[in-house]
């Protein structure tokens, strides 16, 4: 089956610990993206790939940090400097990232919750 | 103004009911506008993309209207399924080619038998 999938489903971390969430794809997509969503909120970019070994900061990327040596996976790592990391995180690629057409349609992995105990 | 806004909801409605949802989004020259829904506790899916002319899935029908920068959702004849957050996205273009996905916060449906 194709598809994004993200793990794990759960983590724990305790203050001041990096923690690295992993997403995969093989939907042979050139395009990744690492979202945050806090309750009651819309979803927040954090970083995106539009190819292997390049990324950009997204909206919130202070704290996190992302790297994309193979196009199948898009790693996070949340940071101990990440001063609010409880959150939902959501992992999506899409064939490109060009506007105008349906390349750039995202599909979600099934999200991974962090709770910093 | 802000990027993309829906009415946050909740919209309470009974089995079978007609509802709408409206979007507004702030850049114009925005080219790719989508509807997601989302489940509870549960990722954002794809429920449809929305043309310039419009386009009808079944029970929903998209709409964009690029003067007013506003998109619509109609969902008819409502099912219990139907409940979840409908998301409205819109690709922010800011003047190239590349541009980012921007999602609005969500409009909570709650469908009662």
């Known amino acids: 089956d194709g598809g994004i999938t993200q793990s794990p489903k759960y983590l724990f971390r305790k203050e001041g610990q990096n923690v690295t969430l992993s997403c995969e794809q093989n939907l042979n997509h050139d395009a990744m993206y690492w979202y945050r969503q806090d309750p009651g909120q819309g979803l927040r970019l954090i970083y995106y790939s539009q190819i292997v070994n390049d990324f950009q900061k997204g909206d919130i990327a202070e704290g996190y940090s992302v790297s994309r040596e193979k196009k199948e996976s898009f790693p996070l790592t949340v940071t101990s400097a990440q001063k609010n990391p409880t959150a939902f995180y959501l992992c999506?690629?899409?064939?490109?990232?060009?506007?105008?057409?349906?390349?750039?349609?995202?599909?979600f992995g099934p999200g991974t919750r962090l709770t910093v105990l | 103004r802000k990027e993309v806004e829906q009415d946050p909801g909740p919209f309470n409605v009974p089995e079978g009911a007609t509802v709408a949802f409206n979007c507004t989004y702030s850049n114009s020259a925005s080219q790719s506008f989508f509807w997601y829904r989302q489940d509870c506790r549960k990722e954002p899916k794809l429920l449809m993309s929305?043309?310039?002319s419009g386009n009808e899935d079944g029970r929903f029908t998209a709409q964009l209207n690029r003067a007013s920068q506003y998109i619509s959702l109609l969902i008819r004849d409502s099912k219990l399924s139907d409940s979840a957050t409908y998301l409205c996205?819109?690709?922010?273009?800011?003047?190239?080619?590349?541009?980012?996905?921007?999602f609005g916060k969500g409009t909570k449906l709650s469908v009662k038998p």
């Open positions: 996205v819109v690709n922010m273009n800011y003047g190239g080619s590349q541009g980012n996905l921007i």
């Open positions: 929305v043309y310039s």
């Open positions: 999506a690629s899409s064939i490109s990232g060009l506007a105008g057409g349906w390349t750039d349609t995202q599909y």
